[in-house]
T-cell receptor, first 113, second 118 residues
Framework: AQSVAQPEDQVNVAEGNPLTVKCTYSVSGNPYLFWYVQYPNRGLQFLLKYITGDNLVKGSYGFEAEFNKSQTSFHLKKPSALVSDSALYFCAVRGDRGFKTIFGAGTRLFVKA | NAGVTQTPKFRILKIGQSMTLQCTQDMNHNYMYWYRQDPGMGLKLIYYSVGAGITDKGEVPNGYNVSRSTTEDFPLRLELAAPSQTSVYFC?????????????????FGPGTRLTVL
């Protein structure tokens, strides 16, 4: 069955420090992986995706994610967090043979000044 | 392009009432999706469509129906509203170019519809 796990409900980090938001997945076939961000009272915005190629994917707002096939993970990272990064982050997965895209439960990121 | 539009933005229903949530996209995307977002539960897929005339169930389809008569429109129907359907509903569309690193697969989300059933 297709699934996504975001094991942390909340991540707290100080401004300027590196941040990591974790995501693991399960899917048939090769995975297509995504990160989306939701700011308060707003819709979801695309951050980055992994389809194939380099395991390190760079996206919007300085975010990047590392695909690890053996660990079935796709953790979101940023070298230096900003207070404005505080938001709800969703990981999503789709198999390369299907059309269903499943989202994780979300991780709330708090960046403290 | 307007992108993905949803109407209404807010709605309050009484138990047992019915309504249709509208979703339209002007990007000529084949794929369209309906998700609901409950606090702490992330986004749950209700229904999706891979093209006009083709729909399929997602993770939580019970209590909902969809149709896809055109590429642009993907309405979601609630026939007998229940309090458990109180949620924020997001419509999304995407397209998929042939496989490979150039694959253009990402979602464009609508602004959401906040539905309360009392």
């Amino acid at each position: 069955a297709q699934s996504v796990a975001q094991p942390e409900d909340q991540v707290n980090v100080a401004e300027g420090n590196p941040l990591t938001v974790k995501c693991t997945y399960s899917v048939s076939g090769n995975p297509y992986l995504f990160w989306y961000v939701q700011y308060p009272n707003r819709g979801l915005q695309f951050l980055l995706k992994y389809i194939t190629g380099d395991n390190l994917v760079k996206g919007s707002y300085g975010f990047e994610a590392e695909f690890n096939k053996s660990q079935t993970s796709f953790h979101l990272k940023k070298p230096s967090a900003l207070v404005s990064d505080s938001a709800l982050y969703f990981c999503a997965v789709r198999g390369d043979r299907g059309f269903k895209t499943i989202f994780g439960a979300g991780t709330r990121l708090f960046v403290k000044a | 392009n307007a992108g993905v539009t949803q109407t209404p933005k807010f709605r309050i229903l009484k138990i047992g009432q019915s309504m249709t949530l509208q979703c339209t996209q002007d990007m000529n995307h084949n794929y369209m999706y309906w998700y609901r977002q409950d606090p702490g539960m992330g986004l749950k897929l209700i229904y999706y469509s891979v093209g006009a005339g083709i729909t399929d169930k997602g993770e939580v389809p019970n209590g909902y129906n969809v149709s896809r008569s055109t590429t642009e429109d993907f309405p979601l129907r609630l026939e007998l509203a229940a309090p458990s359907q109180t949620s924020v509903y997001f419509c999304a569309s995407s397209y998929s170019v042939a496989s490979g690193s150039s694959a253009q697969i990402r979602f464009y989300f609508g602004p959401g519809t906040r539905l309360t059933v009392l």
